[in-house]
């Protein structure tokens, strides 16, 4: 690890004096761009992140939002957390423990706002499936989500699987989590006085993910794999199981006064940023870390990312109370400093001074692993009144830490807007290749390995548009279960495919897109996070289309009324085989006054109508750009942006989802109408006509904000989506278990069973 010369020169300024090595590497992993934001904190301004629900908006470990009050519409006292991460790199390096170490942190984020972990998506983006890396990837990141994920027992309801042969060399794992938390239990990461105890809780420290920071800041190399495996964290879900119990007992006593886990850059990272937010200082000793490796020196014990650890602000007389539940947990525990006024410092006694106590018996359990601090010789650095030997090896102003990295001014270049050359192809054959493609396909094979039902709270499981979590009237899963609010819908997820066509569009879409999965649900979105995923920013092409995605993302959540409460941004995803498509993966949260709402499973009884779609009424060219139509059979073209009006339509088909005669409803987007009524089709069939236009465009557009509802009663529909979107009926729903497609070049028809084999390519390929 090495400060670029610019920032040395500026760090250099600031303290009078060259940086110590342990400073150095605090200063670089610090000021990296995965911790600092170096390159895109400047265009994060664009999104609203206040709402009358936001309690605690960006820039803390999740954010807070308030539930509305089901009765009234007013925030309740029950909260939500939300947060966001990437464990890109990790992920390609060691694809089981980067997904895995990927839940544990973005788990004990939620674990620091004092909330209750109650669900967990991810968002996954992998190479083209017919390459056997890729499958490897796949499965690896699969099996370390489902593990981690399972052993601490938090449901993972939903997400997204993407393919595209850009990510071949740089693969995405955006994984959320969603928390219960109420307005007495709320912990945020701002030290709170001086003179307060830290207290480290979890894990012992050891030498594991040294530099990861600064790691997922650069481009991969061709030899990621082999050479940057020491960066890669290494998981324990049973250890984070047991700190996520302690850490609820901690709370429920009132023992925390702030909180912080140790992500990025370690203990360095998490305590410097815990003091520098409440504008304060810190003196630590890093003798008192308790370490599972012997002779770990001062660079290393700060910047390590040994998982399962959370670093506490606790009052003095509390500490005693903290050691009792750690070891109850049988979790390590150290006093490792206190909060003070003034810059933070640490002090090290040299590699001498550690040792481990080991229990009879043999290795040491978490609890029983400690250090001792013994003299060692004076060294320079030493301070008058420290005990002798020590050394003061980190001393600087927190604030300049965490917040001193100058932002990059970077050039950059406007997306360019592609040629129309769509190929002719015979409308068979195009509805095999789409219906069949592992972008549209199943994605049962990933969710069936989770587990998405403990702790009894998802009333719509993983497969359908949107997950609902059941909040009102629950069993307790956890003492953070009081008050009121409503129930919880999510949507998580984004698609390479339209913001490689568009970065701007393809971004308002994605938004739409989720926005309209909630409303299927019936649900009212209520705020968002996003992870914003691009490739190396100093390529003035790939800033250009980062620069759009995040106009594209924050235009439509200002249009829609959702703020963004929070986020993360992982650029350097580059490598060898280039770029990644600019990726805006987003997590968006909705209320749900009624957890009955209708499924994406045709009932076999209803006429069937498409909403939001101005290409079937000839009001619109139907733009195949971003297809996975065109992504299978060659071509480009134009995408089609989603309509200015979508929070009225989003209202609307909240409301027409709830209405008794809807049997019915599904979000119409990736792949098209094709596959929505493709996905539609199981026990019962449809029978429709889409002819009267281009039967390609009609079927295979992708364009976001559209629905298709089967109803008993079209006129509560049209009366509904009237002055919002358009409304036409398509044909009907079947007894029969087949799907029949009339268009201007022929009729399309497909059985259930059919459907279902074509559909089936993922399992039909890893199992």
């Not at 090595?21 to 170096?38: K, P, T, V």
């Not at 360019?416 to 509805?431: K, Q």
């Amino acid at each position: 690890m090495s400060l670029s010369d610019s920032d040395r020169e500026i760090i250099t300024t600031e303290l009078g004096r060259e940086p110590t090595r342990a400073e150095a590497a605090l200063f670089e992993n610090l000021w990296s761009e995965h911790c600092a934001y170096r390159s895109s904190r400047p265009l994060l301004g664009a999104f609203d992140s206040e709402g009358e629900h936001v309690v605690v908006g960006p820039g803390d470990d999740a954010a807070v939002v308030a539930l509305p009050d089901p009765g009234t519409g007013e925030s309740s006292g029950t909260y939500i957390t939300l947060g966001i991460e990437s464990h890109n790199h990790p992920s390609y390096v060691d694809p089981y423990d980067g997904a895995a170490t990927g839940i544990g942190g973005i788990v004990r984020d939620t674990l620091s706002m004092g909330a209750y972990p109650l669900a967990l998506t991810d968002s996954l983006y992998f190479g083209g499936f017919d390459r056997e890396h890729t499958r490897y990837l796949l499965e690896g990141v699969v099996e370390g989500i489902s593990d981690y994920g399972n052993a601490i027992g938090v449901p993972t309801v939903g997400g997204s699987l993407a393919f595209h042969p850009d990510y071949e060399g740089n693969p995405l794992v955006n994984v959320a989590c969603v928390g219960l938390v109420t307005e007495d239990r709320l912990v945020t990461a701002e030290a709170q006085k001086a003179g307060n105890a830290l207290v480290l809780v979890g894990n012992a420290t050891g030498r594991d993910g040294l530099g990861g920071a600064s790691f997922a800041s650069e481009d991969l190399a061709e030899d990621a794999e082999t050479e940057d495996r020491p960066a890669v964290q290494v998981g324990d879900p049973y250890a984070e199981k047991l700190l996520i119990e302690a850490n609820e007992m901690l709370v429920d006593e009132g023992l925390v006064e702030s909180a912080r886990d140790l992500g990025a850059a370690g203990l360095g990272g998490a305590s410097s940023e815990l003091v520098a937010k409440g504008g304060l200082g810190a003196r630590i000793d890093l003798n008192s870390v308790h370490q599972r490796e012997p002779d770990m020196n001062a660079m290393e014990i700060l910047l390590a990312e040994s998982q399962e650890r959370m670093c506490y602000e606790v009052r003095p007389e509390n500490v005693d109370r903290v050691e009792e539940i750690a070891a109850r947990f049988d979790l390590g525990c150290s006093v490792i400093g206190e909060v003070s006024e003034g810059n933070y410092t640490c002090t090290f006694g040299g590699s001498e001074a550690q040792r481990v106590r080991e229990p009879q018996g043999g290795s040491p359990s978490p609890s029983e692993v400690r250090c001792t601090s013994e003299d060692a010789s004076d060294g320079p650095g030493g301070e008058q009144g420290e005990p002798r030997g020590r050394e003061t090896v980190v001393d600087v102003p927190p604030g300049f830490l965490t917040d001193g990295a100058p932002m990059n001014d970077l050039d950059y270049v406007e997306p360019e807007e592609p040629a129309r050359e769509v190929p002719d192809v015979d409308i068979e054959e195009a509805f095999r290749e789409v219906v069949s493609s592992p972008n549209t396909a199943s994605k049962e094979w990933v969710y069936r390995q989770y587990d998405h039902e403990v702790g009894l709270r998802t009333a719509v499981k993983p497969g359908d548009d949107a997950a609902v979590l059941a909040i009102r009237d629950a069993d307790a899963a956890s003492s953070a279960d009081r008050g009121r609010g409503s129930d919880l819908a999510i949507s998580a997820g984004a698609d390479p495919n339209w913001t490689a066509a568009d970065p701007y569009e393809g971004a308002r879409a994605v938004a739409v897109e989720n926005a309209t999965n909630l409303a299927a649900k019936g649900a009212t979105p209520l705020a968002a996070v996003d992870c914003l995923n691009g490739g190396n920013p100093e390529k003035p092409d790939v800033y250009g289309g980062f620069r759009a995605i995040v106009s594209g993302l924050a235009d439509a959540c200002s249009a829609l009324a959702v703020p963004v409460v929070g986020g993360n941004v992982s650029l350097y995803n580059d490598s060898a085989t280039g770029p990644i498509p600019p990726t805006p993966t987003l997590a968006m949260v909705g209320t749900v006054d009624d957890r009955d709402a209708p499924p994406t499973r045709l009932a076999g009884e209803g006429s069937l109508l498409v909403v939001g779609d101005p290409v079937l009424t000839g009001d619109a060219t139907p733009e195949l750009g971003g297809s996975e139509l065109l992504a299978r059979v060659g071509g480009s073209d134009r995408f089609p942006a989603p309509a200015e009006n979508a929070p009225a339509f989003a209202g609307a088909l909240a409301g027409i989802a709830n209405d008794e005669g809807t049997l019915a409803v599904h979000d119409a987007s990736h792949g098209g109408l094709a596959v929505t009524l493709a996905e539609m089709v199981g026990e019962a069939g449809a029978r429709v006509d889409l002819s009267g236009g281009p039967a390609l465009g009609r079927l295979f557009n992708e364009r976001a904000g559209r629905a298709v509802i089967e109803t008993t009663d079209p006129d509560a529909v049209r009366e509904r989506f009237s002055g919002v979107a358009p409304v036409v009926e398509i044909g009907e729903a079947t007894p029969e278990e087949t799907l029949e497609i009339a268009t201007d070049v022929g009729e399309l028809v497909s059985d259930a069973d059919e459907i279902a084999a074509l559909r089936d390519v993922l399992a039909r390929e890893l199992d």
